[in-house]
C-alpha cells in the first residue's frame, strides 16, 4: 500500500527558510522519479520541483529556481524541499508524489504560510 506523508511546514516571516520531508512507503522509491507540488488557495495544484531517481537530476519550476532545492535519501525512501527566501505568494499546501501521480493518490500534505 502505497503511503506518502509530508512532514516540517508551519508559519514563517517573509524571507525565511523551512525544510519539508515527505515519507513514504509501499512502492520501489529508488525506480520513482519524485516531485513536489504545492496548491494555494482557489488555484489549480502546480509542480514545484522534481528530481531524478538517483537524485543527480534536478528540475524547478521558475518561482522555485535559485530558492529552493530538492534532495532525495534512497535508503530511507525520503525526499526533503529546502526552501529559503520565502515569499507571502508561496503560502500553499505542499505534496509529494512520484512525477505523474502514477499510483493515483495523494498524501494529506502540508501547509505552508509566510506571513509577517
Known amino acids: 500500500q502505497v503511503q506518502l506523508a509530508e512532514f516540517g511546514g508551519g508559519l514563517v516571516q517573509p524571507g525565511g527558510s523551512m525544510r519539508l520531508v515527505c515519507v513514504t512507503s509501499g512502492f520501489e522509491f529508488e525506480r520513482y522519479i519524485m516531485a513536489w507540488y504545492r496548491q494555494s488557495s482557489g488555484k489549480d495544484r502546480e509542480e514545484v520541483a522534481v528530481?531524478?531517481?538517483?537524485?543527480?537530476?534536478?528540475d524547478y519550476a521558475t518561482f522555485a529556481k535559485g530558492r529552493f532545492t530538492i534532495s532525495r535519501d534512497n535508503s530511507k525512501s525520503l525526499v526533503y524541499l529546502e526552501m529559503n527566501d520565502l515569499k507571502p505568494d508561496d503560502t500553499a499546501k505542499y505534496y509529494c508524489n512520484s512525477r505523474g501521480n502514477p499510483f493515483r493518490l495523494w498524501g494529506q500534505g502540508i501547509q505552508v504560510s509566510v506571513s509577517a
Open positions: 528530481i531524478s531517481t538517483g537524485g543527480r537530476a534536478t
